[in-house]
């Protein structure tokens, strides 16, 4: 799809494609806001997770009478975690003239996707892109209401070098955005906690065998592994690894968050550790939403939370202006605050990132995951 500038420079019409940046000025209709992420692809779970977040937070909105006097439209844009098909759906929603979207959800999709939204005036929101280049090379329009692998691999490695002390420790990674830089974040404060790793390499997302990199970890003596990357390689990683009969504590971040993880491994992720958030469900500011989600028999569990709360943060900023302006919703949004939300009171800083992040561990048992008592 042409943006554009590509339209600007070819001398064509604009009617047609109407960039989110002049949506504001239509006063009619509805107010059009979207949420991208990976709806097919075997990060599927996750983007399923932000849609039905984004889906109910709509829904109250219109419920309680719209937004500015209008009702809120939203669609919905499918990644499937490709960078090239984020950019693909960030120019499908600005043609759309959506104004704002709450996603993406792997780094890798967000930060090139970011790019398409600064120029075509969009504003985004993500509840789970934590590579701290979204915000840190992001422009105007980059928030999320998640932490930041800094911030996760700080907790993960001091995690690591404390309770671990004399074991062997492999790090591995996807070689994406979201994983690399999260392993490389745990590796450090592990390090800095005086345990080194026997190995740091990265396997191949998407492929089904794993058995040459267990075999190397069980020759290696791994006692610990720690994975940056997404819950189905690390599920499958994990299941082969007990098959070929090693002993290993899997450590993961924030993307274990789903149930489709124990799908996964079965049995074989008993014990399996993982950093996220405190869990949002059991706050009491997300008290009421969360039972409206146990009545249509849905757990809000991982980022569905997060997607309504990024909702809910644009509409309570676009309430207190009166208007949708992306530019000036994004201003205001940092310069007030706390807004809140679902997850409790949330603010900015100049980068778009929240002020207070929130990593603690999760332990899985019996097909579920609960926050670890220290």
């Known amino acids: 799809m042409l943006n554009r500038r590509t339209l600007l420079q070819s001398g064509l019409a604009l009617p047609a494609v109407i960039g989110a940046g002049d949506a504001f000025a239509q006063g009619t209709g509805p107010i059009r806001i979207a949420c991208a992420g990976p709806l097919t692809g075997s990060n599927a779970a996750a983007g399923d997770q932000m849609k039905v977040g984004a889906t109910q937070a709509v829904a109250d909105l219109n419920a309680a009478g719209g937004l500015l006097g209008r009702q809120v439209a939203l669609e919905l844009g499918d990644d499937a975690c490709d960078p090239r098909q984020a950019v693909s759906v960030a120019n499908q929603l600005a043609g759309r003239r959506v104004v704002f979207v709450a996603g993406h959800y792997c780094s890798g999709s967000s930060i090139p996707a970011s790019k398409v939204y600064a120029e075509e005036g969009v504003l985004q929101m993500s509840p789970a892109s934590t590579n701290p280049r979204f915000t840190d090379e992001g422009g105007w329009n980059t ?52 345990l080194q790793e026997v ?15 267990v075999s190397r970890m069980k020759g290696a003596g791994v006692d610990v592994m720690y994975i940056g990357g997404y819950y189905t390689e690390a599920g ?20 274990l968050v789903t149930k489709d993880f124990w799908q996964i491994t079965g049995a074989a992720g008993e014990g399996a550790l993982m950093t996220f958030s405190s869990d ?64 409790g009171p949330i603010s900015f800083d100049r980068k778009g990132d929240v002020t207070v992040p929130d990593y603690v561990f999760y332990v899985w048992k019996n097909g579920n995951y609960t926050e670890l008592k220290s």
């Open 143 to 194: 928030f999320r209401v998640c932490g930041r692998d800094d911030q996760q691999g700080l907790v993960a490695g001091k995690y690591i070098a404390d309770n671990f002390k004399g074991k062997k420790v492999a790090i591995l990674h996807d070689n994406q955005a979201y994983g690399k830089g999260l392993a490389e974040e745990t590796k450090k404060s592990m390090n800095a906690g005086g």
């Open 199 to 213: 190995l740091f390499t990265a396997y191949n997302p998407g492929e089904r065998d794993y058995s040459a990199l």
């Open 236 to 255: 499958l990683i994990l299941r082969q690894s007990k098959e070929q009969g090693m002993n290993v504590t899997m450590i993961g971040g924030d993307s």
């Open 280 to 343: 949002p469900r059991n706050r009491p500011t997300a008290a009421r939403v969360v039972q409206a989600f146990k009545a249509k028999n849905i757990d809000p569990e991982g980022y569905v939370l997060y997607t309504y709360a990024a909702v809910e943060i644009w509409a309570a900023a676009a309430k207190k202006l009166n208007a949708v302006d992306p530019r000036r919703i994004a201003a205001e949004l940092k310069a007030s605050g706390p807004w809140q939300s679902v997850l």
